[in-house]
């Protein structure tokens, strides 16, 4: 028997996929330029071309990556209040108001935990135990998972409490007030048992880091690993590990001992130099733990499957769908920031994310056969310029070679998983997009196409609940029988469907928003 996935469970999935699209829109474009002037900041970078010294320059670059780096060190904040926005039926201010405060108390409460229990380390080894600060409070950096739990727990305490009554002592905190108060009662709790997984997972990471450290396949397995726990913040413990604990090995360089693969690279890469004998002998194997599998995923595997994700889009659609695919890879490409490219699919086809996770650990395994010497840690189209075209014996070509077989396997697999599976990845909605679909769309008459629109789906007493996505509104309708299709199609639309009973979407494309925005006005 066919198991069948409920569609309450389908339309919670998707309502939470789409919450997190508006922290992903944010990152793109702004990762692009972080990445950028990081890159123009780095000495390395510098001294390979020195009119980047000039102090205006520097100056000017550094004040953009300071401004832009604080989005992406509140990446977890973002997510907290895109999460709550988006899952909310109700009172949506309100949710991302108590999702910030869900976020401080989990934050503070986790540090509690670690003070009370001893563990709370040195600020100097604090990254390596998968600490760190978090609007100021050093705790653990739980990354994008803490966002999500404080979002969805804000989103769920406001559609049911923003209504209850107290008794006539307390009647002051109910309603709305009760949202935040609640909220934060309700988050200690997971402040408190967070850390005790984590610990339990951080000891497991440990114990199992011979399968990483293995020639022969562990590059493959340490990468693979490190994607998957991307969505859980995960991903910086495991780096950690294998960068400066002896779970990434003990390396004896000239009479000393080096503990990690980063503190025996930058011994190799930075005081030794390409001339000697340890490069060739270490340097294959420290660099595919960190800098050469991101290469080859960064420059290779991401534009393959943005060439596939728009290669399959369909035609009409073709257009929109292009300069969200083009940010998404060039933001890794550049800066490095893969979150937004494996979030378009990791929560709308969570099937397509297992078939990456194969992938990268398939073929990433033959680093392990190669001699590709390229440092160093952020693997951007930079790194790769400098450390693996500038300096010597890098054996770049190898990486060149592999990362074009990469590029091949990823674009057919992907292109042949999101056919086969009819998966709605950028630009395979079911509905086309068109931006002028009806002459009140092109004169931008949003608030005729929503009075049209209201009318055809039974008045303001027939609607009961109204959200748009990137193309569509979505209604939640009292008796659908009373819907006039065609009247509704008056207002210009280009789809109307019914994905269950009593819920109807009806599609408008990348303008949507702006008749959302005039049938809230209508409703008021």
Request: glycine share 8%; charged share 15%; aromatic share 14%.
């Amino acid at each position: 028997m066919k198991f069948k996935i409920p569609q309450s469970w389908k339309d919670g999935i998707q309502t939470f996929g789409r919450s997190l699209l508006l922290p992903i829109a944010l990152l793109a474009p702004i990762g692009m330029v972080m990445g950028l002037t990081n890159a123009l900041t780095q000495g390395y970078m510098i001294e390979r071309f020195t009119f980047l010294g000039g102090a205006t320059l520097q100056n000017t670059f550094n004040a953009i990556k300071g401004i832009t780096s604080v989005i992406f060190n509140n990446i977890p904040l973002l997510f907290a209040m895109g999460v709550a926005y988006g899952v909310a039926k109700k009172e949506k201010g309100l949710a991302v108001f108590a999702a910030v405060v869900s976020y401080l108390t989990l934050n503070m409460t986790m540090n509690v935990y670690l003070t009370l229990t001893g563990t709370l380390a040195a600020p100097e080894v604090a990254s390596q135990l998968g600490q760190g600060a978090v609007l100021g409070i050093q705790t653990l950096k739980i990354e994008s998972l803490g966002g999500i739990i404080s979002g969805l727990l804000a989103a769920k305490v406001t559609d049911k409490f923003y209504r209850v009554e107290f008794p006539l002592v307390f009647a002051f905190f109910g309603g709305k007030k009760s949202v935040p108060i609640i909220s934060f009662f309700l988050t200690i709790p997971f402040g408190f048992a967070i850390p005790v997984v984590w610990t339990v997972f951080t000891k497991f990471l440990i114990s199992i880091s011979w399968i990483f450290m293995n020639d022969y396949f562990g590059a493959g397995a340490y990468y693979s690993l490190n994607r998957a726990l991307i969505p859980f913040g995960l991903h910086h413990v495991l780096s950690s590990v294998v960068r400066f604990t002896e779970a990434g090995g003990t390396y004896l360089i000239n009479g000393q001992e080096y503990v990690g693969v980063l503190n025996a690279m930058n011994e190799v890469l930075f005081n030794l130099g390409p001339a000697s004998p340890y490069c060739g002998e270490l340097m294959p194997t420290l660099t595919r733990y960190i800098a050469v599998p991101q290469m080859l995923t960064t420059l290779f595997r991401f534009p393959a499957i943005g060439l596939a994700m728009y290669h399959t889009a369909f035609k009409q659609n073709k257009k929109i769908a292009k300069g969200v695919i083009i940010t998404c890879v060039m933001t890794a490409f550049l800066g490095n920031i893969t979150e937004p490219l494996e979030f378009s699919f990791l929560f709308i086809a969570p099937q397509l994310f297992l078939v990456y996770l194969l992938l990268s650990f398939v073929m990433t395994i033959p680093l392990g056969f190669l001699s590709i010497s390229i440092g160093y840690i952020r693997g951007t189209i930079f790194d790769f310029g400098i450390f693996g075209l500038l300096y010597d014996n890098t054996h770049w070509v190898q990486l060149v070679v592999l990362g074009v077989i990469n590029a091949v396997v990823f674009y057919y697999v992907f292109k042949y998983f999101i056919k086969r599976w009819d998966l709605e990845t950028p630009g395979r909605e079911p509905f086309e997009l068109h931006e002028s679909s009806s002459q009140l769309l092109k004169d931008r008459n949003y608030l005729e196409m929503a009075t049209i629109t209201l009318e055809g789906l039974g008045g303001q007493s027939n609607i009961t609940r109204v959200e748009n996505c990137i193309s569509r509104l979505r209604v939640d309708l009292v008796d659908p029988s009373l819907v006039n299709q065609e009247k509704i199609r008056e207002a210009g639309c280009t789809g109307i469907f019914f994905p269950s009973e009593k819920h109807v979407h009806v599609v408008f494309g990348p303008h949507v928003e702006f008749v959302k925005n005039e049938m809230d006005d209508l409703i008021g």
